[in-house]
């Protein structure tokens, strides 16, 4: 978008240029519908499609979306789901904050030009790029919570100092807040993907996640820039944007601290599956009772 305002200029911008985006848009939508297609599902997924599981296990067929299916994830989900929900939702407002609202604060607080805003956080997420796959392996490696309580706490106690020194108005002020912040979202980008599926078992899996985290999302990160902007007007302080991802912060440390650690275990409500023939016989060793003599 920044490069198309400077080439194509603001009032062109404004009568058609807004489009090309989207035209672009579409043929990597139908890369990502293709690519989605011929992804594998889960062993414990297609066990479960066929029916190979437990008999307490076997009735509960893959759901679909109707009114049954989701008042049994509401019944027998809901603490999940409420946890769900409060990650998604601290994940969420920490997101908008940075990606989607920083540059209208920059340039109607603090009075950035448009594109100078926008190249911040260009660069910004640039090296989020960089390191993000590092932090999903850090937590494969140590675990999910680790990684996850690393960002809401660096967003509980760096986000205040980050805007002040966006305050300052500086490029090199400017930059290390947003890398502040920056730094602690991607802690939770590399690792939220994997994390949440793996909360609700396989028989529930895709309803109960979809449920959480739209609703999350609906209700909590597209409202970010609307309730920050409506905050700042209340009450006239440039820091609401900062105390407001703070509030998030705390709840998702609550949050954390309530899950489990999933990293390195089978998922929910699944048998254990294996791909190799040396892989079977570990697991077998491995529940072979030791014999007594």
Known sequence: MTALTAWLGQDTMDAWGWRIPFLVAGPLGIVGLYLRLKLDDTPAYLKLEEGNVHVSEAADTVETTARGDLAKIFREQWRTLLLCIALVGAYNITDYMLLSYMPTYLSDELHYSETHGLLILVATMVLLMLVINQVGRLSDRYGRKPLLMTGMLGFFVLSAP???????????????????????????????????????????????????????????????????????????????????????????????????????????GSPPSVQTEEEAAELVESQTPTPRF
């Open 162 to 268: 980050a805007f002040v020194l966006v305050q300052q108005g500086s490029l090199v002020a400017v930059s290390a807040g947003m890398l502040m912040l920056g730094l602690s979202l991607v802690c939770l980008l590399g690792t939220m993907s994997a994390a949440l599926p793996a909360m609700f078992p396989t028989s529930v899996r895709y309803g109960s996640l979809s449920v959480g985290y739209n609703l999350s999302a609906s209700l909590f990160g597209g409202t970010t820039p609307l309730v920050i902007t409506a905050l700042i007007g209340a009450t006239g302080s440039d820091m609401m944007p900062a105390y407001y991802s703070m509030a998030a912060a705390l709840v998702g440390v609550v949050a954390v601290a309530c899950m489990k650690e999933t990293a390195q275990r089978p998922l929910a």
